[in-house]
């Protein structure tokens, strides 16, 4: 990667920007944050991209927040465009910096957005029901003949109102058009594709380059990018459950988990592909970070460890 920048070490430099941006950082904050800092060349290197990240945002509003900003180009759902933007800033990435940038400007200047382990549920001018995910942005742009959402990132989960209401609803995003027929899904921007699953009626897809549209029933999921969609399949169980703040596991490998468990929580977490396949059932508290690693101590044979605040590294269990 240019200038020997990793986006994982990237990522840790961010977060060390949000809680030195934060009022209540403290001096020994400070002081694991010089220790990261120098422990490693590339931590280094880190930091000073994210320095020049920072600067990017000179132009915006003095209410807003630096660290979200920066954290919106590193740390939001759907952000593996930006991330590979932010970590080639020189020459050939440049084109995808100024899009990053761009997209982190909307997103926070949405009509409704969340922070980092943040949810939130909304009722929309027409009756209709919203629930964002962690690290998501929306605009709401109802009309006289359209009610409109657009996903600006993350995730949302939509409940439409009663059917009284003739105008179509839909949700636009980068890669197409989302049209509800009487429902309520979840729509998911994935990078360069986006996810849509259906817990109730039916949804239909359009792919923004004018593929052939695709109708999503209840109980299936559909991934599709701006050229077309793939295969209708069942969906995940539990895929709404972070809208109750649980995170529910059906046979989950560790790996998976702790990415998805990794997006509601500000920091790093790291699997040890020794143990990114284990299997993992059961349903866990979003908010309580310690408990959830505490039972993947007791149910699995790993070992959980914070080399500095903010990094959890999840490995195997010795043996000795």
Do not use: Y
Request: with cysteine; proline share 5%.
């Amino acid at each position: 990667m240019p200038d020997g920048v990793d986006a994982a070490v990237l990522r840790e430099a961010a977060r060390w920007f949000a809680v030195l941006n934060d009022e209540r950082v403290s001096e020994v904050d400070r002081q694991r944050w010089l220790a990261w800092r120098d422990a490693d060349p590339s931590h280094a290197r880190a930091w000073q991209r994210v320095e020049q990240m920072r600067q990017r945002f000179t132009h915006l509003p003095p209410a807003t927040d630096r660290a979200a900003a920066v954290d919106a180009l590193v740390a939001v759902r759907g952000r593996r465009r930006a991330m590979k933007a932010l970590a080639v800033t020189g020459g050939v990435g440049l084109a995808g910096w100024m899009a990053a940038e761009s997209q982190a400007v909307r997103t926070l200047t949405a009509d409704a957005r969340t922070s980092v382990g943040e949810t939130r549920a909304m009722a929309l001018p027409d009756g209709s029901r919203v629930w964002l995910n962690t690290a998501s942005a929306i605009d709401v742009a109802h009309g006289p003949s359209l009610r409109r959402l657009v996903l600006r990132a993350g995730e949302v989960l939509v409940e439409t109102a009663a059917a009284f209401d003739t105008r179509p609803f839909v949700v636009d995003v980068p890669q197409g058009r989302l049209v509800a027929l009487g429902t309520r899904f979840s729509v998911r921007d994935e990078g360069d594709r986006c996810g849509a699953t259906v817990f109730d009626g039916r949804v239909e897809v359009q792919p923004a380059s004018g593929g052939a549209p695709r109708q999503v029933a209840v109980g299936e999921q559909l991934s599709f990018d701006r050229t077309g969609a793939g295969t209708v399949r069942p969906a995940s169980a539990g895929r709404e459950a972070w809208s109750r703040g649980m995170l529910l596991a059906d046979n989950l490998t560790l790996g998976e988990f702790l990415a998805e468990l990794s997006s509601h929580h500000r920091g790093v977490m790291t699997c040890a592909d020794e143990v990114a396949a284990l299997r993992l059932v059961g349903a866990f508290p979003l908010a309580d970070l310690d408990a959830v690693l505490a039972v993947l101590e007791r149910t699995l044979p790993v070992r959980v460890q914070r080399p500095v605040p903010g990094w959890v590294r999840v490995g195997p269990r010795s043996t000795t």
